[in-house]
């Protein structure tokens, strides 16, 4: 080898060191404990409350259902974000915590073969889709028995996915979603509906209707913008899939969704 050779070998080596040397460390990898795992060593869990993640201290993130002030919950963030996992987790906590008596829940899904391994949970009084009357006809018995449910101690949870689809709904409809949005919580029915992020900017009059919003992954600076009615929070930070945050007061916390089992 000659001398030019070597000497090119030699600044190829320490081209490598210094990459090395400046590269960025590997992101740590999070291994996320199952829902069932998370439940038993949480367990007992405070009585009339709901399930939504796992704080970053391990601690659960509870939303305490018998205080109707958290209003409905909007579930945002890109397409990839796991809105619909979160759901579905929140569904599956709320029948591992809960006995029918107590919480039940009804889904209304464009993709009903979604919700196939929620079906037979005795916690699940149906999966409706949107494009069914039977899904119109659910909005209108909720109401109903929210008028008349003064001596109940059930709690019923109206699992949405895709809030955009229920604002394209017949005028009748959209009226008692619109009740269910304004005064269930207070008769212990809870709206929790997910939005792609991205389509917020179709329905800004109807998110007004949620005081408590969970954010997961945006990528868009002014779609976090609009749902989260900050200009200087970005969610692009977060773990697509399986992180999610949430404004309590001033303060955010972050957590994580368990894996659905």
């Avoid at 960025?24 to 993640?53: C, E, H, N, W, Y």
């Avoid at 101690?153 to 809030?163: A, E, G, K, P, W």
């Avoid at 779609?223 to 930070?237: E, F, I, P, R």
């Amino acid at each position: 080898m000659d001398i030019t050779s070597r000497y090119s070998l030699i600044i190829d080596t320490v081209a490598d060191l210094a990459e090395k040397k400046h590269a960025r460390p590997a992101a740590p990898v999070v291994v996320q404990p199952t829902l069932r795992s998370v439940i038993a060593d949480a367990s007992p869990l405070p009585q009339k409350t709901l399930f939504l993640g796992i704080a970053e201290d391990g601690l659960p993130v509870l939303l305490n259902f018998s205080d109707s002030i958290a209003g409905p919950i909007l579930i945002t963030g890109d397409r990839t974000s796991g809105k619909t996992s979160l759901l579905k987790i929140i569904a599956r906590a709320a029948g591992l915590i809960h006995s029918p008596s107590k919480v039940k829940y009804a889904v209304i899904t464009q993709h009903p073969t979604e919700w196939i391994n929620l079906q037979n949970n005795q916690n699940n009084v149906g999966v409706y889709t949107t494009q069914d009357d039977t899904a119109q006809e659910l909005l209108q018995s909720l109401v109903t028995w929210a008028h008349n449910n003064k001596n109940e101690v059930q709690t019923i949870l109206l699992l949405i996915d895709d809030i955009e689809v229920m604002t394209k709904l017949d005028q009748k409809s959209e009226q008692n979603f619109r009740w269910l949005l304004l005064r269930g919580p207070s008769r212990r029915i809870w709206p929790i509906t997910t939005l792609n992020a991205s389509r917020a900017q179709n329905i800004p009059a109807w998110l007004g209707f949620f005081r408590t919003r969970l954010f997961g992954f945006i990528r868009n600076s002014l779609d976090s913008q609009l749902v989260t009615g900050q200009s200087d929070k970005l969610l692009n930070d977060l773990t697509a899939g399986s992180q999610f945050t949430m404004l309590e007061g001033k303060t955010w916390l972050t957590f994580w969704a368990p894996l659905l089992d």
